[in-house]
């Protein structure tokens, strides 16, 4: 019983956030976040989620709800608020002029928001692969100006990857152009772990080819966690603290074996929680 009790209490302390797209098909609307958050997010907390990463920001509000309001939902539920998906892209004449002020006053109210909010990071997610360096030099320029906006408000930016940020733009790697072309100070980069993979590319390496660089990593697999094989987690997690300087860890399922939400969401987190590499 003692050794149960003991092992229940460092479980406790393990920290991991849940990306709410995971659970789309539940609240993923205004409409069914409202009917079903409640419930939802308690399940969430309940299996071991410690915290959310929002992916319904739009004119103020997540999913339809204030800064606020949404701020107590996950509270009320035992989880923290720590980070927030959202964008705006550059359209055809800013990434021809290379004048984004227009956008750049966009993340104004965004960022406003996302601090009433409790957030500590604001992270896009996605963006085209360029035609030209030119164009991808531009969103880098853009990007360092949102990260001086979010370090103002006390809040840190950064990008997350998909696997066509792999891919080469007139002889370059996209992710290292963006590496090397945006401000540490300013950006910090959001592995997806296994969008790297299927994007051929190693998150370990990159891990040292850009020490300190990858301050939050999205766990992340075909389906449940560790339910592909494809994913050398032990590696990943014996590089993420001091080479990539990963802080925070955020569990996303895009699909379920079994179609069930509240299956796969607790079979990623048993696998996590239960893991030696994971502190």
């Known amino acids: 019983m003692l050794t149960a009790l003991l092992s229940f209490a460092c479980t406790e302390k393990k ?13 993923g609307t205004n409409e069914k976040y409202a009917e ?3 419930t939802v997010l308690k399940g969430l907390a309940e299996m071991g989620y410690t915290a959310v990463e929002a992916a319904n920001y739009n004119n103020g509000k997540f ?32 990434c021809a002029s290379g004048d984004f002020s227009a956008s750049l006053e966009w993340w ?27 164009e991808l030099k531009t969103y880098c320029d ?34 290292d152009y963006m590496l090397n072309n945006t401000d540490p100070e300013y950006v910090f980069f959001q592995m997806d772990v296994y969008w790297s993979v ?17 301050t939050m990593l999205h766990i992340k697999d075909h389906k449940e966690i560790g339910q592909s094989g494809m994913v050398g987690f032990d590696a990943i997690f014996a590089n993420a603290y001091d080479i990539a300087g990963a802080k925070d860890f955020v569990v996303e399922v895009e699909a379920f074996t079994n179609g ?20």
Not at 202 to 212: H, L, M, Q, R, W
């Open 108 to 134: 104004d109210e965004c960022i406003a928001a996302h601090k009433a909010a409790g957030m500590s990071y604001v992270v896009v997610p996605w963006m085209n692969v360029p035609e030209t360096l030119a």
């Open 63 to 94: 999913y339809g709800r204030t800064p606020e309001q949404f701020r107590n939902d996950v509270e009320s539920a035992g989880l923290k608020v720590l980070s927030s998906h959202c964008n705006r892209s550059l359209s055809a004449e800013e």
């Open 36 to 38: 079903n958050h409640e």
């Open 15 to 27: 920290e991991v956030a849940v990306q709410l797209y995971s659970v789309r098909n539940v609240i």
């Open 198 to 214: 299927i994007g051929k590319a190693s998150p370990v390496e990159y891990f040292k080819k850009y020490p300190g660089r990858f």
């Open 142 to 175: 853009y990007f360092n100006a949102i990260g001086r906006k979010c370090n103002a408000a006390g809040l840190s930016f950064g990008y997350h990857n998909h696997s066509h940020e792999y891919a080469k733009v007139e002889g370059e790697v996209m992710l």
């Open 260 to 279: 069930d939400w509240k299956e796969s969401m607790k079979q990623s987190v048993d696998y996590l929680l239960s893991a030696e590499f994971y502190k």
